[in-house]
């Protein structure tokens, strides 16, 4: 099995409990993000196929496949997707897309993309600042492995290539570590009410 063959098993396999508690119930995705990142997945697999892109590209069909079905359940058990925020960063994230796909300088591209990307983030690091327990830590540090995986996958000094899978590993371990540290303070907050309330 190809390395890149692994970060499609390693996306996937992070992907089937963090579906399992958003039909559950104990996870909440935040809509807008999962709408932009499937749409920049969709884009981006179109412009690794283009480049030339073999092995690499299975970390972008894993994730793509990830993404959209988080998001088609988003709608059903996600929140979100309607306030404020999400308006600016869904509009930014928008004109970004322009910038990526009808710009002729790559790294004006590659900008566009990330700067997409990073927008949608946005709304669902705020609700996990808010909200931890609404999200799960293994699904965004499998999604790190997958994407680290994707980036040796490359196999070249390609910046184009290099780029998205390099940012993806960032991002995703970012957000694994700002859930994980809610997630420890509410336990540590529960732990300290209980010994409180226990007896004496």
């Known amino acids: 099995m190809s390395l890149g063959e692994v970060s499609l098993v390693i996306s996937m396999a992070g992907a ?41 590209v299975w970390f972008l069909v894993g994730d793509f496949i ?14 979100g997707g309607w306030t404020r925020l999400d308006g600016v960063c869904s509009a930014v994230a928008g004109v970004s897309l322009l910038v990526w796909q009808l710009s002729a300088v790559s790294w004006f591209g590659l900008c566009g993309v990330l700067v997409a990307d990073a927008v949608a983030l946005v709304p669902t690091l705020v609700k996990s600042l808010h909200d931890p327990a609404s999200e799960s830590v293994s699904t965004y540090a499998f999604s790190s492995v997958a994407a680290l995986c994707g980036f040796v996958a490359v196999g070249e000094w390609n910046m184009v290539l290099l ?15 700002v859930v994980w540290v809610g997630q420890y303070h509410l336990n540590r907050t529960a732990e300290s009410v209980n010994n409180q309330n226990g007896p004496v």
């Open 16 to 56: 089937v409990p963090y579906c399992v508690q958003v039909v559950r119930g104990s996870v909440r995705p935040e809509r807008m993000t999962w709408f932009v990142w499937t749409l920049i997945l969709a884009l981006a697999l179109a412009s690794y196929y283009s480049s030339g892109a073999s092995d690499s």
């Open 66 to 79: 990830v993404t959209a079905a988080v998001f088609l359940l988003s709608l059903w058990r996600g929140q």
């Open 163 to 177: 780029f998205y899978p390099a940012y993806l590993f960032l991002a995703n371990f970012t957000t694994a570590m």
